[in-house]
């Protein structure tokens, strides 16, 4: 039997599942995907409110290219789906004594800003890019594509890490290159977006910031979700199967292979083979808990280190913004403190860090005439160190935020908002599965990367696969799609077998 005359069915559609769903069916896999709520993106969901659209999940594409492929893989055009819009600065940082700083592609204007706040850090920038372009070589194109099943190959990615000194973290990495804080503030906030702390996410993470450099920052017309939904449409377009509001409740097993998949509707399905975009713990714990494997690897991630949570204010206001650029870094009075707080004190600081986001002033169909969607995001402690009742504490945070906000950008913004919710770690727990309510599943620590990190493949159910952010390489959209890469070449090497 060839690998053409066997089937899969993959567990949540997000990114990651969205990806290798497209990869298998495109391969000629009968495919089934099985989403819990009613549309595809899992933390990239969106909500319409009152005319506004407002997205859950990543606001920006960084590799455009990556996600092509998916297209490309059967003689279709990405483009025929969605619009890609560039975004331009990339992100504007500020700080409470008024100082801003805008990064962007534009070589001279980014020289400028740099040498504003330092110019003895010009020569430092420089030589930090040469190493982020050695590392997105190096990591992102060569091992970001390979799996780490066994200890042998983290050996061999051994003189990488050394020669790149992946072991410093990406604060301690952007400090060798440059003396001004601001500037370091300003080139290591980004190892939050996936869930790291810039004192402990390995230095390798700068590789995005020539991704961003090579390739621009794009943002999907009509919001991130759209780029889920046309990556399920195109699953569709190959022949796949899709099922949605239909939560999976357990993965039966035969012997050490996984056989079957079971829905809160009462829908069982056979496969040949069974991958999971679902919450790591949830998977182990819940869908697998039947089984001997399960338990004994739930226990195992329960003793792993894992992301904060994330609070996220929605509000659309009256008005237009122009000088509000797309991505907005507010940082407050403290940094290494305020992290310090997240990762390792678990308490809910007074001051914060916002990154905000004002897609309207890129695309004006996100917002009714004459009015903006904004959104903005705290990283906050996971429920496992910070245990508080979210549904008291939520609307006092919620304010707090839209005060700083107010007090930096929008004076009158109360007088101004139309609608406005908020989406705390509970929401995350409640609606993802998510364990400990965490944004961005395993934290991304050198000692949880590549064999370190739970595998593509299930080291004891041999047809078991994992794909998403909690598997290797990691959270994020280049990340998750390089995962499903690598995901699916192990599936159709197996299934041809």
């Known amino acids: 039997m ?9 567990v949540g559609a997000g990114f990651g599942g969205l990806a290798l769903a497209v990869r298998l069916q495109a391969a000629g896999i009968a495919t089934t995907l099985v989403e819990a709520r009613d549309r595809p993106g899992g933390v990239a969901y969106a909500w319409e409110k009152d005319g506004f659209t407002f997205d859950g999940g990543p606001t920006a594409i960084i590799d455009p290219h990556c996600l092509e492929e998916l297209w490309q893989l059967t003689g279709h055009e990405m483009a025929d789906d969605l619009e890609l819009m560039p975004v331009s600065p990339f992100c504007r940082c500020s700080w409470p004594d008024g100082t ?10 980014l020289r400028h800003e740099i040498a504003r706040i330092s110019l003895e850090d010009l020569g430092g920038y420089d030589e930090f890019l040469a190493y982020a372009r050695k590392t997105r070589q190096e990591a992102y ?26 072991w410093r973290s ?18 290591s906030i980004q190892a939050i977006m996936f869930g790291g702390n810039p004192m402990r996410a390995s230095g390798l993470y700068a590789l995005v910031h020539d991704l961003e450099k090579r390739n621009g920052v794009w943002w999907v017309r009509g919001g991130t979700n759209r780029l889920a939904e046309a990556m399920l449409r195109h699953f569709r377009r190959l022949g796949g199967s899709v099922r949605l509001h239909d939560p999976v409740i357990r993965i039966h097993t035969l012997g050490n292979r996984a056989r079957e998949v079971e829905t809160q509707s009462g829908w069982r399905g056979a496969f040949d083979a069974v991958a999971s975009n679902a919450d790591l713990m949830h998977t182990y714990r819940d869908l697998l808990g039947e089984t001997r494997r399960g338990p004994r690897q739930a226990r195992r991630l329960s003793m792993r280190s ?8 929605h509000f659309g206001v009256e008005g237009s913004w122009p000088g509000i650029p797309h991505h907005s870094v507010l940082f407050g009075p403290r940094y290494r403190g305020l992290f310090d707080d997240i990762f390792t004190h678990g308490v809910l600081p007074r001051d914060f860090v916002i990154h905000l986001h004002h897609p309207t002033v890129t ?13 903005a995001l705290v990283p906050v402690a996971h429920m496992g160190k910070l245990a508080i009742d979210w549904e008291q504490v939520g609307p006092m945070l919620e304010k707090r935020i839209l005060d700083e906000v107010g007090r930096r950008l929008i004076p009158d913004i109360h007088d101004r908002i139309v609608t406005s919710f908020h989406y705390a770690p509970r929401d995350f727990a409640m609606d993802l599965n998510a364990y400990l309510g965490s944004a961005f599943s395993l934290e991304p620590r050198l000692t949880q990367s590549g064999w370190l990190r739970p ?8 047809n078991f696969y994992l794909v998403g952010a909690g598997t290797h390489p990691g959270a994020g959209i280049p990340a998750v799609i390089a995962g499903a890469r ?3 070449q192990l599936m159709l090497d197996d299934m041809a077998r």
């Not at 595998?455 to 041999?462: F, V």
């Open 486 to 488: 690598v995901t699916a």
């Open 141 to 166: 194109e060569s091992l970001g594509q390979t799996p780490f099943l066994t200890l042998k190959a983290m050996i061999r990615a051994a003189p990488m890490l050394v020669w790149q000194r992946g």
């Open 170 to 187: 990406l604060h301690a990495l952007v400090s060798r290159y440059m003396k001004s804080e601001k500037l370091r503030e300003a080139f």
């Open 363 to 375: 695309d004006p169909s996100v917002a009714p005439a004459g009015k903006s969607t904004f959104r």
């Open 100 to 109: 801003s700083f805008d990064y962007s592609d534009d070589e001279a204007s």
């Open 2 to 10: 060839s690998a053409q005359d066997k089937s899969a069915c993959i």
């Open 455 to 462: 595998h593509n493949r299930d080291a004891a159910i041999p």
């Open 306 to 313: 894992y992301s904060p949570g994330l609070f996220m204010v």
